[in-house]
T-cell receptor, first 110, second 114 residues
Framework: GENVEQHPSTLSVQEGDSAVIKCTYS??????FPWYKQELGKRPQLIID?????GEKKDQRIAVTLNKTAKHFSLHITETQPEDSAVYFC?????????FGAGTRLFVKA | DVKVTQSSRYLVKRTGEKVFLECVQD?????MFWYRQDPGLGLRLIYF???????EKGDIPEGYSVSREKKERFSLILESASTNQTSMYLC?????????????FGPGTRLTVT
């Protein structure tokens, strides 16, 4: 079946550094790629998304890039802050169904 | 502000019991989803529904069933609970059409089966 692979599973960075999380997907029909952030004990919340007709999208310190040919998409967080510490999930949507990656636990050290 | 609520935050059941988890959303969303979340496995889709009385299997439907009699309510049923169904269960809802398919999640139900 369809799947989404996400790397790394754990990422530790120093405050102020950048963090990059990468995902690959298998279903070529996927046309919407959201990223969710889940803080400890809380529900996942959408932080940024990108549609298949766009190659890059930016929102302040976060950006997402998409390479449809290679079926890769990535999340970039610049100038990381302690409050960025959380689990991040990438996902791929097609035909009502969202397939999530396994998640990346990001630690930002002050 | 979208609100998705789940009937219980914590639930403890015995093996073999029938378990009902309920989810209610107040934003008139067509799509509703049930996931289970386990460490290292992310969010795995159990069932989803894109309309009243409609249901589709996700990736791990075995041992579960669902019911959607009203648009705002989506129930997950464990017919005979087993210990390997101990997990965090998350409900979500989304619009069917639009520029975004953002899913709004409930707070989760942590189910323990003993």
């Amino acid at each position: 079946g369809e799947n989404v692979e996400q790397h790394p599973s754990t990422l530790s960075v120093q405050e102020g550094d950048s963090a990059v999380i990468k995902c690959t997907y298998s279903d070529s029909a996927s046309n919407y790629f959201p990223w969710y952030k889940q803080e400890l004990g809380k529900r996942p919340q959408l932080i940024i998304d990108i549609r298949s007709n766009v190659g890059e999208k930016k929102d302040q310190r976060i950006a997402v890039t998409l390479n449809k040919t290679a079926k890769h998409f990535s999340l970039h967080i610049t100038e990381t802050q302690p409050e960025d510490s959380a689990v991040y999930f990438c996902a791929a949507w097609s035909f009502f169904k969202t397939i999530f990656g396994a998640g990346t636990r990001l630690f930002v050290k002050a | 502000d979208v609100k998705v609520t789940q009937s219980s935050r914590y639930l403890v059941k015995r093996t073999g019991e029938k378990v009902f988890l309920e989810c209610v959303q107040d934003m008139d969303h067509e799509n509703m989803f049930w996931y289970r979340q386990d460490p290292g496995l992310g969010l795995r889709l159990i069932y989803f529904s894109y309309d009243v009385k409609m249901k589709e299997k996700g990736d791990i439907p075995e041992g579960y069933s669902v019911s959607r009699e009203k648009k705002e309510r989506f129930s997950l049923i464990l017919e005979s609970a087993s210990t390997n169904q101990t997990s965090m269960y998350l409900c979500a809802s989304s619009l069917r059409r639009g520029t975004t398919y953002e899913q709004y999640f409930g707070p989760g139900t942590r189910l323990t089966v003993t």
